[in-house]
């Protein structure tokens, strides 16, 4: 989407061109209505500045950003919210949250690789071992994720302490597969543990940023092209990216393990039943 794409390249642009870059993310269905001259009075730069800046993003002129910002627009996929006031009522704080997150989901549907995930499958059906790691937040998406292979009766665990995740990648070997979940891709003890695990002959499989160097050391990327920023959102939308992430690879494998993984978590199911009390609420 291009608010998003305005959003990743936001810090590589000069100081009035980011200026602008505000202006557009938080007004962008009036940057439609108005002309060059028009924005430039709105946002407080010249004219120049925007041509720069829509060179920056790899148009042509302000005319087709225009048409590529109104595709955007057009496609459904709800803006990126950065207003939320300290005085935001119920009703802005729901729409502003589940709009950022339905936003982010549909960017990352629409940017991962079905070969990247069918490979990422085939890998983890038939694992010897399946290890999480993720520090932080990533470390309760990775677990969770675990939680999903656990239930699939496969021998797996997940590790978030780095000293615990960094010796455990050390004694992996061939058929085993490591999983890290890091949304910057930039966290040294995991990138370090991925290459432990690759140099016992394990593989890695990483959902991360595609530009991260995490993804220049995983076996397979599953891209979560997340913009990061400082504000309270991020996380959470990185958060559920992964998680739905999980829930694919999850799938897939049960779908590749076949009949008898169906009935040995019925199975497993039917033990957890017996553990819940009758009746209704």
Do not use: W
């Not at 990185?238 to 739905?244: G, P, Y």
């Amino acid at each position: 989407m291009m608010l998003s794409q305005v959003e990743e390249m936001r810090e590589q642009l000069r100081p009035s061109e980011r200026k602008l870059a505000d202006y557009v993310i938080e007004a962008p269905r009036e940057v439609l209505d108005l002309s060059m001259t028009e924005v430039a009075a709105r946002a407080g730069v010249s004219q120049p500045t925007i041509a720069r800046f829509c060179h920056a993003l790899g148009f042509s002129g302000f005319r087709e950003f225009k048409i590529r910002l109104a595709q955007g627009i057009a496609s459904g996929v709800p803006t990126v919210y950065r207003d939320v006031r300290p005085d935001e009522g119920a009703p802005g704080l729901i729409a502003k949250v589940f709009d950022r997150t339905i936003g982010t989901l549909i960017e990352v549907r629409n940017s991962l690789s079905p070969d990247s995930v069918e490979a990422a499958v085939e890998l983890l059906a038939n694992a010897a071992r399946i290890e999480f790691y993720g520090a932080g937040g990533s470390g309760i998406a990775a677990q969770d994720i675990q939680h999903k292979f656990f239930r699939l009766g496969m021998p797996s665990v997940a590790y978030s302490d780095p000293h615990t995740y960094s010796m455990s990648a050390a004694l992996l070997g061939p058929g085993d597969v490591v999983v890290t979940v890091s949304n910057t891709g930039r966290t040294r003890d995991i990138i370090e543990a991925a290459r432990s695990a690759l140099a016992r002959g394990a593989k890695v499989i990483a959902i991360t940023h595609g530009s991260s160097p995490l993804a220049r050391v995983a076996s397979i990327c599953l891209f979560s092209n997340v913009v990061e920023e400082n504000d309270v959102f991020s996380p959470m939308t990185s958060r559920m990216s992964h998680l739905a992430i999980g829930d694919i690879l999850a799938v897939g494998v049960a779908l590749r393990r076949g009949p008898e993984l169906v009935e040995r978590v019925g199975q497993a199911k039917g033990v957890i039943g017996r553990l819940r009390i009758d009746g209704e609420g």
